[in-house]
């Protein structure tokens, strides 16, 4: 089976993508290639920290990867909290501080609009940087609903559903999901152009 680096941290996303990708590729992770290292995303997109990340293990490591950066933007809140999501409340990762802080600052709003954005990038020896997109629209609930999942899961109720993204089934949620979107893009190119792990 081919090899391939997705350049995350994050357990959550490499399960996510491990499933996606069963029986096509082996996906190692950034543990997998022994990098520990702490890679900025700065960026103002979604793309930009993708690539940054992408980047960094090509040039540092030397494998082929692709790398995501996706959140959850609100209409509410301008497009909040965007590429801030994985830090919105102030620590990287706290996925209840940041659905606390969220609900908070949509107690009063009557639009409780928002979607999941993701981007992937891929880099492969020889090729310009490969960017895929998906995102899924819906709506904010009012309290956190479900246990599966992470991040936003709780409180994001796609549109035409009435459970939240958290208690949904992954299968569920990957066929209709930002990510899952983004994924099948990638899939499809990997598959239709030629790849030497």
Same mark, same amino acid.
């Given at each position: 089976m081919e090899k391939i680096?997705?350049? =995350?941290? %994050?357990?959550? $996303?490499? !399960? @996510?993508? &491990? #499933?996606m990708l069963a029986g096509r590729y082996e996906?190692? %992770?950034? !543990? /997998?290639?022994e990098c520990y290292?702490?890679?900025? @995303? =700065?960026? /103002? =997109?979604? @793309?930009?920290?993708?690539?940054?990340?992408? #980047?960094?293990? $090509? #040039?540092h490591y030397g494998y082929d990867c692709f790398a995501d950066d996706s959140g959850l933007e609100v209409d509410a809140l301008g497009g909040a909290p965007g590429v801030m999501s994985a830090r919105y409340a102030g620590v990287h990762g706290d996925d209840n501080a940041n659905n606390k802080k969220l609900l908070a600052e949509l107690t009063d709003k009557a639009d $409780? !609009?928002? !979607?999941? &954005?993701?981007a992937i990038v891929l880099l &492969?020896?020889?090729e310009e940087p490969h960017v895929f997109t998906g995102s899924v629209e819906g709506s904010i =609930?009012? $309290?956190? %609903?479900?246990d599966s999942g992470f991040g936003y899961?709780?409180?994001?109720?796609? @549109?035409?559903?009435?459970k939240t993204f958290a208690q949904i089934s992954a299968e569920e949620k990957n066929a209709i999901s930002h990510r899952g979107k983004a994924v099948a893009k990638l899939v499809k190119y990997l598959e239709t152009s030629e790849y030497d792990a």
């Open positions: 680096v997705f350049a =995350t941290n %994050s357990a959550h $996303k490499l !399960r @996510e993508l &491990r #499933q996906v190692l %992770s950034l !543990r /997998d290639i290292d702490d890679i900025p @995303e =700065t960026a /103002d =997109t979604f @793309e930009g920290n993708a690539l940054i990340k992408a #980047q960094w293990v $090509k #040039q $409780k !609009r928002g !979607r999941f &954005r993701c &492969r020896d020889g =609930t009012d $309290k956190a %609903s479900g899961d709780p409180i994001f109720v796609p @549109e035409g559903m009435d």
